[in-house]
């Protein structure tokens, strides 16, 4: 008995027939822990609008709305407990693919027969993010800026450096101030992701920028404030926001400056490729025209042996919670374009011999 079989190449074009678009790609932000739930449905009807813009542009009225319904249920499916900054979905034919990312992006769509989550990664961190470090020499106070603005986290009482929780209060003991506040940064900044900026009184912030470890992510913003500083830091820190571009690149520049220093920097695409390889996690580089000699290969083959392989570990480096930033050209020019800064794991007994010295005041020194 002779079975009928309908060739692949039928089956192919049948298939993209009924799904005329091959693949469509879209990136939005998306951090319910720290967003608002309407702003988080604006942003989701902002996307399904400008879809169906481009949609209605092409196709006929029932592939768009059945399109439309298959987003719409994706959309649900999201995860609203997820600690991430944005979010990245692929649908094909046959695949839909959500992937969280830990970066902030701005809203992208694509429709490309070849698209991948690296297409839709073009970001540059434009969200300014940092420690604002404030020095005299009776008082001391460490904020953290996010979200467009600062939140206080530590302040110095009785000569202690002590932390504005709602839970508990923790101190920093048996070390001197400097040594404290440096702990704290350690603890609080820990893969140095995150720039430093110091300001105060000249010879405070000199005396600890010259004992930090991490000179090249930490910076001195002269300013001699009296009494209460809280204003004037609120003005700081909204400078910087409005430098951040300029402060951002230095930055990135100390960040490798410094992840060279501790063999931490794995530079050009081979090196690099094996990193991925080996699951190695961090912060990937890449200069922005560099990106497109990667893309070009990815579909021809030219720079990777194993474009699909690569780009799987390239998903699974993001899956995990790590970093892509596409950097404007000139910063990696030395390294071949490309840099995976390696996460610096601390030894565990130093991290602990931090933590020791970690406190909770209202219970008379008990170890945390």
Not at 30 to 45: C, E, G, H, V
Not at 147 to 176: D, M
Not at 274 to 285: F, I, N, Q, T, V
Request: glycine share 4%; hydrophobic share 40%; with cysteine.
């Amino acid at each position: 008995m002779l079975v009928a079989t309908t060739p692949k190449k039928v089956i192919r074009e049948t298939k993209q027939n009924q799904f005329p678009i091959t693949k469509l790609g879209v990136i939005f932000p998306f951090q319910p822990s720290m967003q608002d739930k309407r702003l988080i449905q604006n942003t989701l009807a902002y996307v399904t609008k400008s879809v169906e813009t481009k949609l209605k542009e092409k196709y006929n009225s029932a592939f768009h709305k059945s399109f439309l319904a298959r987003l719409d249920k994706i959309f649900k499916r999201l995860n609203y407990n997820t600690n991430k900054k944005s979010v990245a979905i692929l649908i094909g034919p046959d695949e839909e693919r959500i992937t969280y990312l830990n970066f902030f992006t701005k809203p992208l769509i694509y429709f490309n027969k070849n698209i991948s989550i690296f297409d839709l990664v073009t970001n540059t961190n434009n969200q300014a993010e940092f420690f604002l470090l404030f020095l005299q020499e009776t008082k001391s106070i460490l904020f953290e800026y996010y979200n467009g603005k600062l939140h206080k986290e530590y302040e110095t009482k009785e000569n202690v450096f002590i932390s504005i929780s709602p839970v508990c209060q923790r101190v920093i003991a048996k070390s001197t101030r400097d040594q404290q506040i440096l702990n704290v940064l350690k603890l609080m900044n820990s893969k140095n992701n995150k720039p430093v900026f110091v300001t105060g009184t000249p010879e405070d912030v000199n005396r600890l920028w010259n004992s930090a470890p991490d000179q090249e992510i930490m910076f001195k913003k002269g300013s001699n404030f009296l009494n209460t500083p809280e204003d004037k830091l609120e003005f700081l820190a909204s400078e910087i926001n409005d430098e951040w571009r300029y402060w951002h690149y230095e930055f990135l520049a100390g960040k490798i400056a410094l992840a060279k220093k501790s063999n931490h920097l794995i530079s050009k695409i081979s090196a690099v490729s094996e990193g991925l390889r080996c699951s190695k996690d961090g912060l990937l580089l890449i200069d922005k025209y560099y990106k497109k000699q990667l893309l070009k290969s990815l579909r021809m083959n030219l720079l990777l042996r194993s474009p699909g392989i690569w780009m799987k570990h390239l998903e699974r480096f993001l899956s995990r919670g790590n970093q892509i930033e596409i950097v404007k050209t000139g910063l990696l020019k030395d390294f071949g374009g490309i840099v995976l800064i390696e996460n610096e794991r601390l030894d565990n007994s130093y991290t602990n011999q931090l933590r020791n010295k970690i406190i909770i005041k209202d219970n008379n020194f008990i170890l945390f």
